[in-house]
T-cell receptor
Framework: DSGVTQTPKHLITATGQRVTLRCSPR?????VYWYQQSLDQGLQFLIQ???????AKGNILERFSAQQFPDLHSELNLSSLELGDSALYFC?????????????FGQGTRLTVV | AQKVTQAQTEISVVEKEDVTLDCVYE???????LFWYKQPPSGELVFLIR??????QNEISGRYSWNFQKSTSSFNFTITASQVVDSAVYFC??????????FGKGTRLSVIA
């Protein structure tokens, strides 16, 4: 158990809908990262938050947004969903702003858009 | 730009064989960090090891060993006496500069009993 909790584990929704994925980092970790894993693109970095502030942005679509709350949990919002958004979404956490140490990953949320 | 290449897409071995997973990285930074993660069939990503760029000492942990060579920009991972439970996708990853983890495409290892 990595200590990072993601909910839900599975999500099935229709095209055009909006979903929210939730992540609770390990106790004491201030950084939260979101990654998308799809068959064709591999593991792609989406966005990082550190202590409530956005720190880095990767290949995140404009239809996607995220935030980190004062209690350090984070949510990834995906809207106007398309079939191609079907993927495994991972959250990871680490203690620091700049990742010089390993990030620990949650079990992922498997999103299926039908 | 940072890049990680895992040229082996899939490897299949018979139980008890040794297997080496290759990882080649690219970065212009002199300080960087290399990682290996394991993704078993259940789907979670499990951290295995971190290596700093200024520490080329190889590491052994049980049946796992890692060979870091800056001269060839490689960070290879060897499993000795493989077991069925080693079947998974293995990812090599890199942190350099201010970028978060950059992953390779992964190598799917199948260990056959």
């Amino acid at each position: 158990d990595s200590g990072v909790t993601q909910t839900p584990k599975h999500l099935i929704t229709a095209t055009g809908q909006r979903v929210t994925l939730r992540c609770s980092p390990r106790s004491g970790d201030l950084s939260v990262y979101w990654y998308q894993q799809s068959l064709d693109q591999g593991l792609q970095f989406l966005i990082q938050y550190y202590n409530g502030e956005e720190r880095a942005k990767g290949n995140i679509l404009e239809r996607f947004s995220a935030q980190q709350f004062p209690d350090l949990h984070s949510e990834l919002n995906l809207s106007s969903l398309e079939l191609g958004d079907s993927a495994l979404y991972f959250c990871a956490s680490s203690p620091h702003d700049r990742g010089k140490v390993e990030a620990f990953f949650g079990q992922g949320t498997r999103l299926t858009v039908v | 730009a940072q890049k990680v290449t895992q040229a082996q897409t899939e490897i299949s071995v018979v139980e008890k064989e040794d297997v080496t997973l290759d990882c080649v990285y690219e970065t212009r930074d002199t300080t960087y960090y290399l990682f290996w993660y394991k993704q078993p069939p259940s789907g979670e990503l499990v951290f295995l090891i971190r290596r700093n760029s200024f520490d080329e000492q190889n590491e052994i942990s049980g049946r796992y060993s890692w060979n870091f060579q800056k001269s060839t920009s490689s960070f290879n991972f060897t499993i000795t006496a493989s077991q069925v439970v080693d079947s998974a996708v293995y990812f090599c990853a890199l942190i350099s500069g201010n970028t978060p983890l950059v992953f390779g495409k992964g190598t799917r290892l199948s260990v056959i009993a």
